[in-house]
């Protein structure tokens, strides 16, 4: 069987025999990188993958409330470098040009055109378009369907 070139790698092997048609090498990392490829692609063309992703993922931050929480209390470094990152594209948004979407943190929702009845949660921004933690809980009624 002819050698081939690793498509992540890039190191010649040969193709094992029960996969003619392997493009990836055996090592580790490669095949990481064949599986991170693999999902890239699903999520970007199977909604019904998409969907039970988002699905699953939901469920595992239901389920693991304080992961961030408690990821970011042990490793403060983490924090003040994403904390930095986030002044740095606050200031890139804020000139000269006005921000394109605010940026938003947590359960913030973007424009809807109908708004149904409903229980939400209000969140203030500050003027820099980020939206704060303090929130209010608000009954919407329509009264009127126009």
Not at 86 to 93: E, S
Not at 97 to 123: C, M
Request: aromatic share 8%; charged share 35%.
């Amino acid at each position: 069987m002819e050698m081939r070139r690793c498509l992540a790698c890039g190191q010649l092997f040969r193709p094992r025999g029960q996969n003619p048609q392997q493009h990836y090498c055996s090592d580790p990392a490669c095949q990481r990188e064949r599986r991170r490829r693999w999902q890239r692609e699903k999520l970007r063309s199977d909604p019904d993958y998409q969907d039970n992703q988002a699905r699953a993922q939901q469920l595992w931050r239901a389920s693991h409330p304080e992961y961030w929480r408690e990821y970011r209390r042990r490793h403060p470094e983490y924090t003040e470098r994403n904390r930095s990152a986030q002044r740095q594209r606050n200031r890139r948004g804020r000139a000269p040009e006005p921000r394109a979407r605010p940026i938003a943190k947590r359960d913030a929702s973007g424009a809807i055109s109908q708004v149904p009845s409903g229980t939400y949660l209000l969140r203030r921004m500050d003027p820099s378009g980020i939206a704060k933690r303090d929130a209010w809980t608000v009954e919407i009624a329509v009264l009127s369907a126009a």
